[in-house]
């Protein structure tokens, strides 16, 4: 099962940024947090990846609570491209598989 | 960057007859390979793991006789859909991990679309 709840779906002005949550309570020590979306039928795009300092990159920033027990996914500027699923997930660094749970339904608004 | 490559991007198959999508690693390894199938607007879910040399893992009801999956080298794993039917119509999608640790991500592929009729 997912480890992961996240809301599932949100709209956002083209523009502005999103933020999106996730939360994952259970998280343990050594698991990661990852983010990945899916663009209607295309396979899944990695976004970013974290373990407990807040990340950026030319995509997106993510910002991890310092209990880790949630994160936020920010687009900061956010266009109708970004339209997509996007999937919160934690794991083990050498884990490999990846359990999707339902994700957040991102619509962005002209 | 990293490429994982599925073909065929859709085909449409008769009902009964078995059908095969390759998943490929363009410009690195892959020991294990990953097999989703996504229906409409739900989520992917993870079928089975494919091994290079060894037997595929599965997931808890997923028919190994059914989809079979061959992992023949580093870069290539197939599945089947044997002895395809309507129900099997849906969205595979495999992925593959790279080892390079400055990455460390896991890349999919684009995704096969299978109708059955």
């Known amino acids: 099962d997912a480890k992961t709840t996240q809301p599932p779906s949100m709209d956002c002005a083209e523009g502005r940024a999103a933020n999106l949550p996730c939360n994952h309570s259970t998280i343990s020590g050594n698991e990661y947090v990852y983010w990945y979306r899916q663009i209607h039928s295309q396979g899944p795009q990695y976004i970013i990846h974290g373990l407990k300092n807040n990340e950026t990159n030319e995509m997106a920033s993510l910002i991890i609570t310092e209990d880790r027990k949630s994160s936020t996914l920010i687009l900061p500027h956010a266009t109708l491209r970004d339209t997509a699923v996007y999937y919160c997930i934690v794991r083990v660094r050498r884990d490999d598989k990846i359990i999707f749970g339902k994700g957040t339904r991102l619509h962005i608004l002209p | 960057g990293a490429v994982v490559s599925q073909h065929p991007s859709w085909v449409i198959c008769k009902s009964g007859t078995s059908v095969k999508i390759e998943c490929r690693s363009l410009?690195?390894?892959?020991?294990?390979m990953f097999w989703y199938r996504q229906f409409p607007k739900q989520s992917l879910m993870l079928m089975a793991t494919?091994?290079?040399?060894?037997?595929?893992?599965?997931e808890q009801g997923v028919e190994k006789d059914k989809f079979l999956i061959n992992h023949a080298s580093l870069t290539l794993s197939t599945l089947t859909v044997t002895s395809a039917h309507p129900e099997d119509s849906s969205f595979y999608i495999c992925?593959?991990?790279?080892?390079?640790?400055?990455?460390?991500?896991?890349?999919f592929g684009e995704g096969s679309w299978l109708t059955v009729v």
């Open positions: 992925s593959a991990p790279t080892r390079d640790e400055t990455r460390n991500t896991i890349y």
């Open positions: 494919s091994n290079e040399g060894s037997k595929a893992t599965y």
């Open positions: 410009d690195f390894q892959a020991t294990t």
